[in-house]
């Protein structure tokens, strides 16, 4: 018989009586009697804020996406707010995406932050994540609130805290707002009566200032014309993109956008595909079969809440290949800043940005248009800080991560799917009219920048036990990096936690600017570099490979290609990891 751990005992059964709802109390009770292990899970702790905000599995329990756990948020965050900004008038903006019960938690926190006397703009429907971070800004809110687990498997839920400049809650404001939540002792303390008086309705009126914002981006109107009739396939796998997305394209000048029928459907159970995330291949099969039954040119999915974009693009055989996330931000700067130069735009006062854990190939092309560029930490409320820190000082034009996150322009800020859509169109579109596919504008970029390649390897360990042995993982490597690294010596550990660069050649100990992170970095002798960290979203420890060869001509492309296949597999080999 397993033994339930007494505090965890404790918290469910405060969980068994009034004011918790019949259905709760009965899924706990059940729990109880038949599955210890699961209520661990529920109860063990809290839900905490990380990269991308309160995020879990839907269910009865402290530690999962409920109607109570979402109350306490944001009950915690109205409490915060009023803190910060003392006799003020308060407003928030809050959407939600597709999946299950969004909707409900979404009218949940809105009835809650009204009945705090707060103004709430509440969208009428299901909307894309950067819309929300858009209409902070646009509104003058204080705070924001989407509900979504962005690309999440279907039996989680999210809640995405944003702040008055419309990114994402960071330090200090993610942990006083999870310490003001920690001090609701009772459900009592919640203000649950709403004031629909103080609920305002959002609807396409605010969407077509959102898509006309998207519209100014464009920096190729006149290609555009000329490649109108580039075909491009599009899904929104299910969620929020279905409808601005293929409005924004055909708003910039796409005239021949093809949709997925099947995949249109709204649903949160994600019928079609195993997993709604644009990084995995299989979740653009369907966009695929579709764009070879109608002749398309590129193929674009967004995952449910329309902040990631996955692409597809034709080789020289004429068959469908996927972009990774590095290769997809290197397009998307490079056409960028060759824009920005050729329409006069570069006054040597502006600046792109990239996380740590994306290719360096971004920062290649930066310094090669003398533009300044900024590496920050895992998550991209760290880019909208960035931009909040430079703004009225210097310019933004892009940025991204490799996990399909890219953003140009600032008046979101937040990844935003639908702008980059309409953006990477508008850079196939470019490429096409210098008789060019992507692929040779990229490959055409390696053999000026040299060879980048990447890939990711994420190890799942699921519950407690699991966050105990990623813990273990990263403690182990941390005191005992290795020596060597596939064939490569190790010359540079750059701890995040630590806020520490130690090169081991010389023994000297650099400080790293950047607030702290549960993030190690593996520098080699040759001048690859592997970074491991826990995901801040899902029950994962992560590991990136970056290598790098020169690229002499594209004659060389599939030789050095599989050089750079075989060193990453033999960095993976020599950490033990699979």
Known sequence: MTTIDPQVMAEAKKWLQPPYDSETIKAVQQMIDKDPKELTESFYKKLEFGTGGLRGIMGAGTNRMNKYTVAQATQGLANYMKKMFPGQKLSMAVAHDCRNNSDYFARITAEIMSANNIQVYLFKGLRPTPELSFAIRELQCKSGVVITASHNPKEYNGYKAYWEDGGQLIAPHDKNVIAEVEQIKDLSEIKFDANESLITYLDEDFDKKYIDRIKSLSLSPDVIQRQENMKIVYTPIHGTGVKLVPEALKAVGFKTVYNVPEQDVVDGNFPTVHSPNPEEPA??????????????????????????????????????????GNQAASLLIYYLLNKWKDNGKLTGNEYIVKTIVTSELLFDIADKFGVERYDVLTGFKYIADIIKSLEGKKQFIGGGEESYGYLVGDFVRDKDAVSSCVMLAETAAWAADQGKTMLQLLKELYVEFGFYKENLLSVTKKGKEGAEAIKAMMDSFRNNPPVKIGDEKLVEVRDYKLSETRNLQNGMISKIDLPKSDVLQFITSGGSKISVRPSGTEPKIKFYFGAKARLNSLADYQKINNLLDQKIEAFKASLNIG
């Open 283 to 324: 979740a653009l099969e369907m966009a695929i079969a579709k764009a070879k039954e109608v002749d398309a040119d590129l193929v674009m999915a967004t995952d449910p809440d329309a902040d990631r974009v996955g692409l597809a693009i034709r080789n020289e055989d004429n068959e469908f290949i996927l972009l990774n």
